[in-house]
């Protein structure tokens, strides 16, 4: 059992610390209580903390959040694409850094982090907002581990819901439209109808093409930091395999032609990987732009929204959600259901006329 004494100081008097064992053998002091009670107090909830295993030495609990976040953050770089990474670590180095920094991790509370959460949504996107936070729960995540805290104060912070967005969706005759005014027109057709992200397909190799099977092997996907192509792997860090429709053929095979199996379908003119072009003066919104003059129902769109449109004409031709959630390479069928959850039938219906049947079978 620990003990409390009294002290004397010149400012303030009579006060009174406590001392006690650690649970690593050595002793703890705290000390600067006014009142024998408050130090009694203290006593004793640091002996109920050692009895439950949870106690925290004072002096662990200062290591400030800068001192944590760079081990976190090379943790994170293995376990995310370049492009995911980049923007973590923008946001910790923009947002959370100059916040919260020179914070002790144990004393931050979770009503600070929700307001300054709240105050931060007021000018950034709920993306930036949901990211600073996750940020700082990993770190706390750490932290517990340590043994430097014992509660996360960031852990499960509601936050504003994220605006669904408004997504784009093209027909068959508007997807063939745009191909046929594209510098890339099996490109085009290739992203509407396999759903592979910009950046998978770009990365594409002629040895990751089964053309008798029609299937493609997504192992690799490239991303654009800073202007710069970095190869790494997909989204999830999930090979995947897709399958392509027959009226692709003849141009998937006219893309591997003369080709090795290390060469790239498709790549710029220089060798390196192929860009989409900006979005006011790009070759894909070239050819978006001379589609819209020719079609009034046409809007405008990103390579990604051929993404979308894969999966709008996949459920159109009766695609089930777990067959759509491979074909994108989502990370559960929760994350296809979120973002399209409006394309899928209704079945309340077909559920009501079912019952309506068994009941009448049953009854007579």
Request: hydrophobic share 40%.
């Given at each position: 059992m620990g003990t409390v004494k009294a002290y004397s100081t010149k400012t303030e008097g009579r006060m009174y610390e406590v001392w006690y064992t650690k649970p690593d053998g050595t002793r703890g002091h705290d000390r600067g209580f006014k009142l024998?009670?408050?130090?009694?107090?203290?006593?004793?909830t640091v002996e109920v903390a050692k009895l439950r295993g949870s106690y925290v030495d004072p002096a662990d609990a200062?290591?400030?959040?800068?001192e944590l976040g760079p081990a976190w953050l090379e943790r994170h770089r293995t376990k995310v694409t370049a492009s995911t990474h980049h923007s973590v670590e923008s946001?910790?180095?923009?947002?959370?850094?100059?916040?919260?920094?020179?914070?002790?991790?144990?004393?931050?509370t979770r009503r600070d982090l929700g307001a300054w959460l709240t105050t931060l949504g007021e000018g950034r996107s709920h993306?930036?907002?949901?990211?600073?936070?996750?940020?700082?729960a990993d770190v706390f995540d750490d932290a517990i581990e340590d043994?430097?805290?014992?509660?996360?104060?960031?852990r499960g912070i509601a936050i504003k819901r994220k605006p669904l967005p408004e997504e784009t969706y093209l027909t068959h005759r508007q997807v063939e439209e745009v191909a046929r005014n594209s510098r890339y027109?099996?490109?085009v057709r290739f992203l509407a109808y396999t759903g592979l992200r910009w950046g998978e397909a770009t990365a594409l190799r002629v040895r990751n093409i089964d053309t008798v099977k029609r299937r493609l092997v997504i192992r690799e996907a490239v991303a654009e930091v800073n202007g710069r192509h970095i190869l790494g792997s997909v989204k999830n860090h999930e090979r995947r395999i897709v399958a392509y429709p027959s009226f692709l053929d003849a141009e998937v095979a006219g893309a591997c032609l003369a080709k090795g199996g290390d060469d790239r379908?498709?790549?710029?003119?220089?060798?390196?990987f192929l860009r989409a072009g900006n979005s006011r003066d790009g070759w894909f919104q070239a050819a978006v732009k001379r589609s819209m003059a020719a079609d009034p129902d046409m809007t405008r769109i990103t390579p990604h929204d051929l993404r979308h449109t894969a999966a709008s004409l996949a459920i159109s031709a009766g695609a089930n959600v777990k067959v759509v959630q491979r074909m994108l390479g989502?990370?559960?069928?929760?994350?296809?259901?979120?973002?399209?959850?409006?394309?899928?039938?209704?079945?309340?219906?077909?559920?009501?006329d079912a019952l309506a049947r068994q009941r009448a079978d049953v009854l007579g």
């Amino acid at each position: 059992m620990g003990t409390v004494k009294a002290y004397s100081t010149k400012t303030e008097g009579r006060m009174y610390e406590v001392w006690y064992t650690k649970p690593d053998g050595t002793r703890g002091h705290d000390r600067g209580f006014k009142l024998k009670r408050d130090a009694e107090a203290h006593l004793a909830t640091v002996e109920v903390a050692k009895l439950r295993g949870s106690y925290v030495d004072p002096a662990d609990a200062k290591i400030r959040i800068s001192e944590l976040g760079p081990a976190w953050l090379e943790r994170h770089r293995t376990k995310v694409t370049a492009s995911t990474h980049h923007s973590v670590e923008s946001t910790w180095r923009v947002h959370v850094l100059p916040q919260w920094g020179r914070h002790s991790v144990g004393a931050i509370t979770r009503r600070d982090l929700g307001a300054w959460l709240t105050t931060l949504g007021e000018g950034r996107s709920h993306t930036t907002v949901a990211r600073a936070r996750d940020i700082l729960a990993d770190v706390f995540d750490d932290a517990i581990e340590d043994g430097r805290i014992v509660k996360n104060p960031a852990r499960g912070i509601a936050i504003k819901r994220k605006p669904l967005p408004e997504e784009t969706y093209l027909t068959h005759r508007q997807v063939e439209e745009v191909a046929r005014n594209s510098r890339y027109p099996t490109l085009v057709r290739f992203l509407a109808y396999t759903g592979l992200r910009w950046g998978e397909a770009t990365a594409l190799r002629v040895r990751n093409i089964d053309t008798v099977k029609r299937r493609l092997v997504i192992r690799e996907a490239v991303a654009e930091v800073n202007g710069r192509h970095i190869l790494g792997s997909v989204k999830n860090h999930e090979r995947r395999i897709v399958a392509y429709p027959s009226f692709l053929d003849a141009e998937v095979a006219g893309a591997c032609l003369a080709k090795g199996g290390d060469d790239r379908l498709w790549s710029a003119s220089d060798g390196t990987f192929l860009r989409a072009g900006n979005s006011r003066d790009g070759w894909f919104q070239a050819a978006v732009k001379r589609s819209m003059a020719a079609d009034p129902d046409m809007t405008r769109i990103t390579p990604h929204d051929l993404r979308h449109t894969a999966a709008s004409l996949a459920i159109s031709a009766g695609a089930n959600v777990k067959v759509v959630q491979r074909m994108l390479g989502h990370k559960s069928a929760k994350v296809t259901l979120d973002t399209y959850a409006a394309l899928f039938p209704d079945d309340l219906d077909n559920v009501a006329d079912a019952l309506a049947r068994q009941r009448a079978d049953v009854l007579g």
